[in-house]
């Protein structure tokens, strides 16, 4: 059984940084692609950024515009969002998530991922 689990979030006003971390348990995932996504209330969930099983290509939403990064320590079996210049618009809950096995490559629709963590939350004040 995976298990994903995100921590990191919490309360910091525009202009700040916060980093999320997902810790993988259950069986190991350190070559799988991985993905970050985000829910706000009453909006569809969005794909944040994404990373493949050889941390060779990392890619990203539109809004992103460089001031994410998103990272893996395989050793640590944890995925990491480094998210700086936050803006009130980032508020939302962000959620860690893992494709199956023989997909390599990270992906933006989030049909294509088979586990999920229960989320953490963001929240960005003006």
């Known amino acids: 059984q995976v298990q994903l689990a995100e921590s990191g979030g919490g309360l910091v006003q525009a202009g700040g940084s916060l980093r999320l971390s997902c810790v993988q348990s259950?069986?190991?995932?350190?070559?799988?692609?991985m993905g970050w996504f985000r829910q706000a209330p009453g909006k569809e969930r969005e794909f944040v950024a994404g990373?493949?099983?050889?941390?060779?290509?990392?890619v990203y939403g539109d809004f992103v515009k460089g001031r994410f990064t998103i990272s893996r320590d395989g050793a640590k079996h944890t995925l990491y969002l480094q998210m700086d210049s936050l803006k009130p618009e980032d508020t939302a809950r962000y959620y860690c998530?893992?494709?199956?096995?023989?997909?390599?490559?990270?992906?933006?629709?989030?049909?294509?991922?088979?586990?999920w963590g229960q989320g953490t939350q963001v929240t960005v004040s003006a």
């Open positions: 998530a893992a494709r199956d096995g023989y997909l390599r490559t990270s992906s933006r629709v989030a049909g294509s991922y088979a586990y």
């Open positions: 259950g069986h190991p995932l350190s070559n799988n692609a």
């Open positions: 990373i493949d099983w050889s941390d060779t290509d990392r």
